[in-house]
């Protein structure tokens, strides 16, 4: 399995580019087939534990298991999206506040023989950072392009316990403490309800809300806490699919599960907004993405259509054609062909924001920021901006230039994203030129 640094990791996510690694450290695995506004977690499967670490543990591999989450990351293996722990919670508890997510004690029993050190407890320190800024970057990326989203957080419990003898228990246990009822309440309803239909062989199917775990974990907080759009679902999953007691594994049942649970999710995501995808064409470095005569023309008519909304009473209509004359499928098509060129697509296949860079006087001039009327004040100006600065970065350019419309919200925007004016040997009628500083 490959393995990428953080920095990779983010910057896959933010060119929406597919991939699976393990990162760098192993703390974890994560996998985006496609870019879908739902998520499968399972932070607690993982049960490795470092060498250095483990000869200090004073629980046997066996004890550990037990009150792990085994076979949760099977549950999620169908899903789009999935990030899964591969550390055991007892190196760090990744549903743990950071001050506290490396156990001292546990389930009544003293985790360690001889206490960590400052430096092996930074290690799996680190690893936790890493995890939640991946995670951070992977909502904002889903939140940009949808208006819900939704993190199925997956876990089981031991329910052959002296203190549970004579009770009730859930097969299923949804807990939703860190969820806005007055945002959510009709969604927990609705996923409360499919997950209640869900047939066990041999297993009575009781459905319960905040029953014996109320959802108060770090990992839902976190995100419910930074995100307005996203949902978490702690989701608690009765031990029936293996014996708590032996390690005991049944795979049918896991199988059962993980083939009712996949249901349930595509059901209950199946009316979430429609998605876009992300057309990155880069050609500054001898690559060849050809962009067809269909593609740009809906580009063209994008851009076009835009330019003559935008200049309505500023110019007279011979004008605006003239300049709109320049604006041709063929010129893009060239253009793209020594430059870089982003654009965004809805589901019906329509071209809804673009943008561009190209090569003038040996320096790179953004181009082509348009978005289309119906899709503005949604922050696509602002991801192909912060996209294509990256990338220039990454060559090494330290300025970046655009020649702006002199209208005054479009330079105030240029503005707030640090360009100022800049000087030109160029006659400019309609647009002034500015610069910004990449570094």
């Known amino acids: 399995m490959e393995k990428l640094k953080i920095d990779e990791i983010i910057e896959n996510i933010r060119n929406f580019k597919p991939f699976r690694c393990i990162s760098e450290s192993e703390g974890f695995y994560i996998e985006v087939e496609s870019y879908l506004p739902y998520i499968g977690g399972a932070i607690h499967s993982g049960h490795k534990l470092r060498k250095e670490i483990e000869s200090k543990c004073n629980l046997s591999e066996f004890e550990r298991w037990q009150e792990e989450d085994p076979y949760t990351d099977i549950f999620i293996k169908s899903l789009p999206i999935k990030i899964i722990g591969l550390d055991s919670r007892y190196e760090y508890d990744l549903n743990r506040d950071k001050e506290n997510c490396i156990y001292e004690d546990a389930w009544g029993k003293k985790v360690w023989s001889t206490e960590l050190t400052k430096k092996e407890k930074a290690l799996s320190l680190d690893k936790y950072d890493e995890f939640y800024l991946v995670v951070g970057e992977l909502i904002k990326t889903l939140e940009f392009m949808y208006e819900k989203v939704y993190v199925y957080d997956i876990h089981s419990y031991n329910y052959k316990r002296d203190s549970y003898a004579g009770r009730d228990l859930p097969l299923f246990n949804l ?84 083939e009712e649970l996949n249901k349930v999710i595509k059901i209950h995501i199946k009316d979430l907004q429609e998605g876009f995808s992300i057309h990155f064409l880069n050609n500054f470095c001898g690559n060849t993405n050809d962009l067809s005569y269909e593609e740009s023309k809906k580009i063209c008519d994008l851009v076009s259509e835009n330019f003559r909304k935008s200049n309505e009473g500023e110019y007279s209509k011979d004008e605006i054609e003239k300049l709109v004359s320049t604006r041709t499928p063929e010129a893009i098509i060239e253009r793209n062909k020594k430059g870089l060129l982003i654009y965004f697509k809805n589901k019906k296949d329509q071209v809804i924001a673009c943008g561009s860079v190209s090569m003038r006087d040996k320096n790179p001039e953004a181009k082509l920021l348009n978005v289309s009327k119906n899709y503005r004040g949604r922050g696509f100006a602002q991801k192909i901006c912060d996209l294509r600065e990256d990338f220039l970065r990454k060559l090494g350019f330290d300025r970046l230039y655009i020649e702006s419309l002199k209208f005054e919200n479009t330079i105030r925007f240029h503005t707030k994203r640090g360009f100022i004016f800049a000087e030109t040997d160029r006659p400019l009628k309609y647009s002034v030129y500015m610069c910004k500083k990449l570094f």
Request: net charge positive; with cysteine; charged share 35%.
């Open 175 to 258: 807990g939703t403490t860190n969820l806005s009822k007055d945002k959510f309440s009709e969604d927990i309803e609705v996923f409360l309800n499919l997950l209640s239909k869900i047939k066990i062989e041999k297993h009575k199917n009781y459905t319960a809300e905040n029953d014996i775990f109320k959802g108060k974990g770090n990992f839902s907080k976190f995100i419910m806490k930074k995100f307005s759009k996203t949902a978490v679902y702690a989701l608690e999953i009765k031990k029936v699919f293996c014996d708590e007691n032996t390690g005991e594994s049944y795979k049918e049942i896991i199988d059962n599960i993980k």
